[in-house]
């Protein structure tokens, strides 16, 4: 079927070279005149997205773009028929943002790209960075432009009012806000995964919203029998498993989390699982917090695994936990839900209002780590935590269902 549209993703952020630097190349790479290389992994959102969308549709092809700064010229690669992913070269520029450098990409390659691509197919595009809207409302290069909120929602004037140790980086907030109200004329549509800062938002955009979170595949992800998983993955019968998969980052607060089962761990026999990968030097400071916890066989980290191990450390699971401080919609607890496994989460992102909206799960504030402790206690004791059911958990989450969602925005606009 000839494609009726194509919408091209672009991705605010280049390929994640140094969080897998002490991991193998992915399957589908490159080497660089240089000496160095470059490849794609084929999971981030924007393709898994992509990938149902077209699977959904078959009118509608779609590309994603990534900016790249060890590329030297556009690699590409087909994950799907109809769904090919660009990696384009990129350079970064450093701005002074108060005390502190930071550096922003610059997205004139990418604007170019759309511009001389713009006559050729009619397309939609779809993005989360407010500087490459404007650059491309400017340009001319597109007429329809989504803006999806891949977290919760956040603009620069949130920022602005609130403490601060680097003041003189207020003054680039400032800027950026201005930014922000230039692009907000060009974008068409807005897709959003939770209602934090929802009001706020609508202060400044007045145009279409579209409530969408990313997915699961609930036919994969289903409910497996713990016992048998438990002595697939080697893990202990008798004991309480809690289970976590994330990055290992600040954002995720699993450090927070481990210092809590610390004043835990004399009264409970619990193992906590932690699942993912990071930085090597976040990794280190977890394994070091959680040293008593080690010496007690009381916690165990898996590293980066594959789908089907995975989901084997859901079911083999008494509850899953999610202590983030931040989420737009977290896929770590579709997964869970998809798997029947209680959830204990901080009061962050689409699955918490869900879970919140049905009376299930335990809803921790998240930054109260005294609650955390109490409700935790009172699990290890016998309290138990109320599971979403599958079939609702499928109505909001199911890839398919999902994907409908995105495609009839993408098919609305043109």
């Not at 407010?130 to 290069?141: Q, T």
Request: aromatic share 12%; charged share 25%; net charge positive.
């Amino acid at each position: 079927m000839t494609p009726e549209l194509t919408v091209i993703h672009i991705m605010s952020h280049p390929p994640a070279y140094e969080e897998y630097a002490n991991q193998p190349r992915p399957k589908i790479n490159w080497d660089t005149p240089d000496g160095s290389w470059v490849g794609i992994w084929g999971y981030a959102w924007s393709d898994v997205l992509a990938i149902e969308c077209r699977k959904a549709d078959p009118s509608i092809a779609h590309e994603i773009w990534q900016p790249d700064l060890r590329a030297d010229k556009v690699y590409s690669q087909e994950l799907f028929p109809g769904v090919v992913h660009r990696l384009i070269p990129a350079i970064s520029k450093p701005v002074q943002y108060g005390f502190k450098k930071k550096y922003r990409l610059d997205w004139s390659n990418m604007v170019n790209r759309l511009t001389r691509k713009k006559t050729q197919t009619q397309s939609v595009i779809r993005t989360n960075n407010f500087d490459l809207v404007r650059l491309i409302g400017e340009s001319g290069a597109a007429g329809k432009i989504i803006f999806s909120y891949m977290g919760q929602i956040r603009f620069p004037a949130q920022r602005i009012f609130a403490l601060s140790k680097n003041f003189p980086a207020k003054f680039n907030l400032i800027k950026e806000h201005r930014v922000f109200k230039k692009a907000i004329d060009y974008i068409s549509a807005v897709t959003y995964m939770n209602d934090r800062y929802l009001d706020s938002f609508r202060r400044h955009y007045k145009g279409p919203l579209y409530k969408i979170t990313m997915g699961v595949d609930f036919d994969r992800w289903r409910k497996l029998d713990k016992n048998s998983c438990r002595r697939k993955l080697g893990l202990p019968l008798q004991r309480t498993l809690i289970f976590t998969s994330s990055r290992l980052n600040g954002l995720k607060q699993i450090d927070r989390f481990i210092t809590v089962l610390k004043r835990l761990q004399d009264r409970h026999d619990f193992l906590f699982i932690v699942s993912g990968h990071g930085k090597r030097k976040y990794e280190a400071y977890l394994e070091s917090i959680a040293g008593p916890l080690l010496d007690r066989n009381q916690v165990l980290f898996t590293g980066y695994i594959g789908d089907d191990q995975l989901r084997r450390y859901y079911c083999a699971s008494d509850l899953f936990v999610l202590m983030s401080l931040s989420e737009g919609a977290s896929v770590a607890v579709m997964k869970a839900l998809a798997c029947g496994i209680p959830v204990f989460s901080t009061d962050v992102g689409n699955t918490a209002e869900v879970m919140r909206e049905h009376g299930v799960g335990r809803i921790v504030p998240k930054k109260d780590y005294g609650i955390w402790e109490k409700k935790l206690d009172e699990f290890l004791c016998g309290d138990p935590v109320p599971v979403l059911p599958v079939a609702v958990a499928k109505k909001h989450y199911h890839w398919p269902n999902v994907a409908k969602k995105f495609n009839e925005v993408y098919k609305r606009l043109v």
